[in-house]
């Protein structure tokens, strides 16, 4: 049976049977850097150290970007409509580039082209949680009260192609029609339960590595930096961008911050360092006029994100 959990019980498109999995204390699942390469330094207060890393995958021929490189809208237009209040900037543009896309980790975010239901084509972003899964925004994979005949639900397919550099793929790309989420989203559209997966028919996450993830308390969350990198639609199009700063706050479902974010970066991880390693705290989803905010990894959203990861 599906995990049933309230609104956090775990939901497929596929037909096959979901299984409970329970976290034990502490709550953590590590991130693995991948087979490949050297991680990218971070300084001391816990932010990325951009800029300064040189590419291992020289050597590598990149595949040519062949889907529409023309802009596409943010996935979240498909459910909310054209507001601005979906993914913000606010006042001075903090966002720097990411040229080296084949460091990790970097290359364990992934840039997204969704085909909704309707035929329509859309952006957004996720970030591998182990070899073969990714995880990002409920809106995502499942679009709710569009308004536009055969639309909602479900996405037809996703096409995930990690650390993409505007026309490059460094690790080419992975079509996917399996994706998860939770009744929370998927029969109520409720923002605090925006979140799901996207499950990939390789293992391409062994070589880009992936992000670890945690439930942390209040306490531990208002102390530390917040990273979030994506592909937004304001830049040219398949190309990273990264911020990072401060929480500015919490709630028991969702966490607040002021890192600059813009349509397209739907499905981020929003992500803390936390003895070494990268570890997401919270999925990217949703703007605001002073914050942006991100559906906050509780227990009940680790639960499922690690089921989903198995």
Known sequence: MPNANGPHTAVSNQPEELTTVVAEQPIFEGPSEGVQGSPTPFTSDGLEQVGHTRSLFEEVPAERWVAPTAPLSDIGEASFGPLD?????????????????TSYPWRAHASLLITAADN???????????????????????????????????????????????TLLPF????????????????SGDENFDYGAIIIPTELGATTGWFGFGAWPDADLLKISANISG???D????????????????????????????????GS????????????IAVHAY?????????????AVYDNLLLWKA
Not at 235 to 257: A, C, E, H, M
Not at 269 to 280: F, L
């Open 85 to 101: 209040m979906l993914e913000t900037v606010h006042g001075p543009d903090d966002r720097v580039q990411i040229t080296d896309t």
């Open 120 to 166: 329509s084509q859309w952006i957004g972003t996720g970030w591998f949680i182990g070899p073969h899964t990714l995880a990002t925004a409920g809106h995502v994979v499942h679009i709710k009260n569009s308004g536009v005949p055969g639309r909602d639900g479900w996405v037809k397919s996703i096409q995930v192609m990690p650390g993409r550099n505007g």
């Open 172 to 187: 080419g790309s992975v079509t996917s029609t399996n994706f998860r989420s939770v009744t929370g989203w998927t029969n």
């Open 231 to 233: 592909y937004p639609g």
């Open 235 to 266: 830049k040219p199009p398949g190309t990273q961008w990264y911020d990072g700063r401060g929480i500015s706050s919490v709630n028991p479902l969702k966490v607040f911050y002021d890192i600059d974010t813009f349509g397209g970066q739907s």
């Open 269 to 280: 991880a929003v992500y803390r360092i936390h003895n070494g390693g990268r570890y997401g």
């Open 287 to 299: 703007g605001g006029a002073t914050v942006n905010s991100g559906t906050r990894i509780t227990k």
